[in-house]
């Protein structure tokens, strides 16, 4: 190839390249969003648009979203996910944890699905394994090594004196199950023992709570599925009126005169999903991108609460938390 051949060739190379770089800045990108809605996310939703912004995403411009909430009725989900799958956008983002992901998988293995909240990825058949997710599945879990154990250490650390803690669950939700079976195998080594207390029905808290009465539980442990935070009031109630302490997932709860709040920071987890549908828009394949475990927690205790139930906070825990509500 003579200088003249040589410079035309990678001349038009370079400029096929421009023409390629400037076609894709100027894509505009449609996002699936598909929602259980069973807990209210509108301020962990807007994390993720704020995670979106930071990264150049504006609605409207260079990103159009597509949503779907199947508002609590899990039945719905497989619908409103061939829906998404229909109207062909170029990824998916689930929220509300496992069940929302699993509809998504399955309505499409070629569309590119974010979790935003996955309790327990691989446990529940989400993905193959958290290094190498595999298929079209990738995001973020709420799950972490140890937690449900350190969840059981601190309400021990409060309440000395307690031995028999129930926890409530609904077989909806697998990772909470699995969060189940976790704080057995751990409580006997802490000197407790864990009354698993199933929901019956979606709605039937109250019979929860008479097998938790029934029982003789002095704790209370709750994991941070939608099921546990819809019904945030009546939990945190129940836990008040029978002088049970009780350590929960979500900061809301201690916000609403629960004792402790113990786990992930939903708000930076919701922000760093931005990241990986940001990395899935350029072109990373979701079986490449490992699964994110939770690396920030947040330990809330509200004093006002320990107070009404005799507890008195040892002063290293206190040190130890992110916010002691007065």
Same mark, same amino acid.
Do not use: C
């Given at each position: 190839?003579?200088?003249?051949?040589?410079?035309?060739?990678?001349?038009? &190379?370079?400029?096929?390249?421009?023409?390629?770089? #400037?076609?894709?800045?100027?894509?505009?990108?449609?996002?699936?969003?598909?929602?259980?809605?069973?807990?209210?996310?509108?301020?962990?939703?807007?994390?993720?648009? @704020?995670?979106?912004?930071?990264? #150049?995403?504006?609605? #409207?411009?260079?990103?159009?979203?597509?949503?779907?909430?199947?508002?609590?009725?899990?039945?719905?989900?497989?619908?409103?996910?061939?829906?998404?799958?229909?109207?062909?956008?170029?990824?998916?983002?689930?929220? #509300?944890? %496992?069940?929302?992901? @699993?509809?998504?998988?399955?309505?499409?293995?070629?569309?590119?699905?974010?979790?935003?909240?996955?309790?327990?990825?691989?446990?529940?058949?989400?993905?193959?394994?958290?290094?190498?997710?595999?298929?079209? %599945?990738?995001?973020?879990?709420?799950?972490?090594?140890?937690?449900?154990?350190? @969840?059981?250490?601190?309400?021990?650390?409060?309440?000395?004196?307690?031995?028999?803690?129930?926890?409530?669950?609904? *077989?909806?939700?697998?990772?909470?199950?699995?969060?189940?079976?976790?704080?057995?195998?751990?409580?006997?080594?802490?000197?407790?023992?864990?009354?698993?207390?199933?929901?019956?029905?979606?709605?039937?808290?109250?019979?929860?709570?008479?097998?938790?009465?029934?029982?003789?539980?002095?704790? /209370? /442990?709750?994991?941070?599925?939608?099921?546990?935070?819809?019904?945030?009031?009546?939990?945190?109630?129940?836990?008040?009126?029978?002088?049970?302490?009780?350590?929960?997932?979500? *900061?809301?709860?201690?916000?609403?005169?629960?004792?402790?709040?113990?786990?992930?920071?939903?708000?930076?987890?919701?922000?760093?999903?931005? &990241?990986?549908?940001?990395?899935?828009?350029?072109?990373? *394949?979701? &079986?490449?991108?490992? %699964?994110?475990?939770?690396?920030?927690?947040?330990?809330?205790?509200?004093?006002?609460?320990? @107070?009404?139930?005799?507890?008195?906070?040892?002063? &290293? /825990? /206190?040190? *130890?938390?992110?916010?002691?509500?007065?």
């Amino acid at each position: 190839m003579d200088r003249r051949a040589f410079i035309s060739v990678v001349g038009g &190379s370079i400029l096929a390249a421009l023409a390629a770089e #400037g076609q894709q800045a100027g894509k505009v990108y449609r996002v699936g969003w598909l929602s259980d809605g069973v807990r209210p996310e509108r301020g962990l939703q807007e994390e993720f648009i @704020k995670g979106l912004a930071a990264l #150049g995403y504006t609605e #409207g411009q260079n990103i159009v979203t597509e949503r779907r909430n199947a508002e609590g009725n899990f039945e719905r989900l497989p619908k409103l996910a061939r829906e998404l799958v229909t109207l062909k956008v170029d990824l998916i983002v689930t929220f #509300g944890g %496992v069940p929302a992901t @699993k509809a998504a998988k399955a309505a499409t293995a070629t569309i590119p699905i974010v979790m935003a909240e996955a309790g327990d990825p691989v446990g529940t058949g989400l993905v193959a394994s958290l290094a190498r997710p595999g298929g079209n %599945v990738t995001g973020l879990s709420t799950m972490a090594p140890d937690i449900t154990r350190k @969840k059981l250490q601190l309400l021990r650390e409060v309440a000395p004196k307690i031995s028999r803690v129930a926890t409530l669950y609904h *077989r909806s939700f697998e990772a909470t199950v699995l969060n189940v079976r976790e704080a057995e195998a751990a409580a006997p080594a802490l000197g407790l023992m864990v009354l698993p207390i199933e929901m019956g029905a979606f709605q039937a808290v109250d019979a929860a709570f008479g097998t938790i009465t029934r029982a003789r539980a002095d704790a /209370l /442990l709750t994991f941070g599925d939608p099921f546990v935070s819809r019904h945030q009031r009546e939990i945190v109630a129940f836990a008040a009126t029978n002088r049970l302490p009780a350590i929960y997932s979500l *900061r809301e709860f201690a916000e609403g005169g629960g004792l402790l709040a113990y786990g992930t920071n939903y708000p930076a987890m919701y922000r760093r999903v931005a &990241s990986y549908v940001d990395k899935v828009l350029k072109g990373a *394949r979701p &079986s490449d991108l490992p %699964v994110e475990q939770p690396t920030q927690f947040e330990l809330v205790i509200n004093l006002k609460t320990a @107070k009404a139930l005799g507890l008195t906070i040892p002063q &290293s /825990l /206190l040190i *130890r938390a992110d916010e002691v509500i007065q």
